[in-house]
């Protein structure tokens, strides 16, 4: 799991639970769709595009399913990279704890 397969020329996905997609700009730079679940995503995603010599140039976000941004916060941090979500989503990207709070109708439960 967390294997990088060429689909194309410069396209690329990260076989994770929420497929990552990779879209190689210059030899030496890429963009990742989505970041997965969590830290541990995002430092998985970071390892596979060092292995290719590869900077991260920015992380764009399809949607703000917490399986498709969690790992934005550890890769912008380390990288510097920008982050990247449309309209609504940005908010709820820019901000996670909005999504249980619109999933659930409040606050996250503590457990959350």
């Known amino acids: 799991m967390y294997e990088l397969h060429q689909v194309g020329d410069n396209t690329f ?3 994770c639970p929420a497929k990552m997609g990779v879209y190689r700009t210059a030899p030496d730079e890429a963009i990742l769709i989505d970041s ?13 595009f ?7 140039r920015a992380v764009y976000n399809t949607h703000s399913n917490a399986d498709h941004v969690g ?4 890769l912008a941090a380390r990288t510097g990279c920008p982050v990247y979500a449309a309209g609504l989503e ?4 820019r901000r996670p704890i909005l999504e249980p709070s619109f999933l659930y109708g409040g606050y996250p439960p503590k457990a959350l």
């Open 71 to 74: 790992g934005n916060n550890l």
């Open 50 to 56: 060092e292995e290719q010599g590869w900077r991260l």
């Open 36 to 48: 997965g679940n969590d830290k541990e995503a995002g430092k998985k995603a970071l390892r596979r």
């Open 90 to 93: 940005a908010a709820f990207t």
């Open 13 to 15: 996905y990260i076989d």
